[in-house]
Nanobody, 127 residues
């Protein structure tokens, strides 16, 4: 059974950078679609980036494109979310998730398509 544990959340100044980590155990992570989601206070959970199974290229959401991207270390295995030029509106709980690829070649965008979730890590952007 795949298990995911996020870490790296912190309080960051606007304009700062932060990298979140998602450590996987129990299965081979890069055989799954892997994604980072976030849930801001009072909002729905949204995907910020994903990597399709067997791939290393990140698909970043338009809302964070150019500031956030994810990477996957297939040898460890750990998924990272690299966040730059952070804004107060990036304040959220960030979650790592994984999905069975099934017949989908590309990582899905919807929360319901992911079977495995970490517990989340909190990022606060404030001065």
């Amino acid at each position: 059974q795949l298990q995911l544990v996020e870490s790296g959340g912190n309080l960051v100044l606007p304009g700062g950078s932060l990298t979140l980590s998602c450590a996987a155990s129990g299965a081979i992570l890069h055989l799954y679609h892997v994604a980072w989601f976030r849930r801001a206070p009072g909002k729905e959970r949204e995907q910020v980036s994903c990597i399709s199974h067997g791939d290393v290229i990140a698909n970043d959401a338009d809302s964070v494109k150019g500031r956030f991207t994810m990477s996957l270390d297939v040898h460890n295995p750990v998924a990272y979310l690299h966040m730059n030029t952070l804004k107060p509106e990036d304040t959220a709980d960030y979650y790592c998730a994984a999905a069975y690829p099934g017949t989908r070649p590309m990582c899905p965008k919807e929360v319901a398509d992911y079977q495995f979730w970490g517990q989340g890590t909190q990022v606060t952007v404030a001065s």
